[in-house]
């Protein structure tokens, strides 16, 4: 018996990428330029900010209108060459 097939996006949707890192401004500036060159136009002021229990850490939840994988995916890529993110979802 295969594996059934995993559900396709249909682009364009909203999307949102959570990214998770280390609380200091570097961490927000790299997640707001690269949402900037990636998503066009996107909402920086919808960005949802939320401190870990001791603040050594900090997640944005950031909603894009994706256009397609490609765009995901360059996104992803871009996120994690800064040392100050840990985990993109």
């Known amino acids: 018996m295969s594996q059934p097939e995993a559900p396709k996006i249909e682009f364009p949707c909203e999307y ?4 998770m890192g280390y609380s200091c ?5 790299h ?3 690269v949402m900037s060159i990636h998503a066009p ?5 919808s960005v949802v900010t939320r ?10 939840t950031v909603t894009i209108t994706a256009t397609g994988e490609d765009q995901l995916k360059a996104i992803f ?5 800064s040392e ?6």
Do not use: C, W, Y
């Not at 949102?16 to 990214?19: A, Q, S």
């Not at 890529?77 to 060459?81: F, G, I």
């Not at 100050?84 to 979802?89: C, D, E, G």
């Open 25 to 29: 401004e570097e961490f927000r500036d």
């Open 41 to 45: 136009g996107f909402d920086a002021e």
């Open 84 to 89: 100050h993110v840990q985990m993109v979802l």
């Open 16 to 19: 949102p990428i959570k990214i």
């Open 31 to 33: 997640v707001l330029t």
């Open 51 to 60: 401190d870990s229990r001791n603040g050594r850490f900090q997640s944005l």
């Open 77 to 81: 890529e871009d996120l994690k060459v």
